[in-house]
């Protein structure tokens, strides 16, 4: 990654932070896109002060107009775009009847379109240049389905469909595409993810703080399957296991998330 130009959205918290922190360390030129400036600004210090190098931006992802002014940005300044992460994304819990429609729009604007547009406005640039690699964080439920959480899970499997399909064509152009699908990982989404059914928000089914591995655990697997270019990249390694399971057994995710819900239902 040495001297390689990278960009990351939503780079400024969870899993886009330790990624930024792990490229910089790399020797990479690290753009920390996030809507929350102020925190991007801190990532790019915590490089700086280690001795890499790091810009700080402010792109709200699911604004394509800001997108396109961030990406023309970079590749003014430096001329290349190497790798382009596209991370930013939010949560929504709790029963399709209790979803908004603008719940809807608003996750698929920011999961969905905020990967499409990143993925539009880099692409020529990677064509002209005949290199470059776009990495789309979709999600373990991109894989497979999960009850409370259909809003997300449809947004993240339209991200692995639209990953996977565009792999197949931009080889020919030099270009990697990979799906990255972290499994349970403790990141800053979870708190900032509302409920809307109510009885997720009692005592009894708040969320224990620290169940799952944090992103600095997991990052170093993450990025070793993007510098192997896999397709799709899994972490923590042990999640793997609840895809397998689901390839092999479709049946029994359903029945298992049927259950946990009565239970949060009680």
């Not at 896109?33 to 700086?48: H, P, Q």
């Not at 930013?88 to 908004?100: C, H, S, T």
């Not at 565009?166 to 993810?193: D, M, W």
């Not at 620290?210 to 070793?224: D, G, I, Q, R, W």
Request: glycine share 8%.
């Amino acid at each position: 990654m040495h001297n390689k130009v990278a960009i990351v959205t939503g780079g400024a918290s969870g899993i886009g932070k330790e990624i930024c922190l792990y490229l910089a360390k790399k020797g990479a030129k690290v753009v920390v896109a996030d809507i929350n400036y102020e925190m991007a600004k801190e990532v790019e210090s915590i490089i700086i002060q280690e001795g890499g190098e790091a810009k700080a931006t402010k792109v709200d992802v699911s604004n394509s107009a800001e997108i396109e002014e961030m990406i023309q940005e970079i590749y003014q300044q430096y001329s290349k775009i190497d790798l382009l992460i596209n991370n930013a994304g939010i949560g929504i819990n709790g029963e399709f009847q209790d979803m908004n429609l603008d719940g809807w729009k608003r996750i698929f604007d920011i999961n969905f379109w905020g990967v499409l547009f990143g993925t539009h406005y880099v692409y020529p640039i990677m064509m002209k240049q005949g290199f470059g690699q776009i990495v789309n964080v979709s999600s373990l439920a991109g894989l497979l389905p999960a009850g409370l959480m259909t809003s997300y899970v449809a947004s993240k499997h339209s991200v692995v469909g639209f990953t996977l399909s565009l792999r197949s064509e931009a080889k020919q152009y030099g270009i990697k595409v990979n799906a990255l699908c972290p499994g349970f990982i403790e990141t800053p989404i979870h708190n900032a993810s509302p409920n809307v059914s109510d009885f997720l928000n009692s005592d009894k089914n708040k969320r224990p703080k620290n169940k799952y591995p944090t992103a600095k655990e997991c990052v170093n697997l993450m990025m070793k399957g993007i510098e192997k270019d896999k397709a799709i990249i899994i972490s923590p390694y042990k999640h793997k296991v609840y895809w397998w399971l689901y390839r092999l057994f479709p049946s029994l995710i359903p029945i298992f998330w049927k259950k946990i819900i009565d239970y949060l239902k009680k």
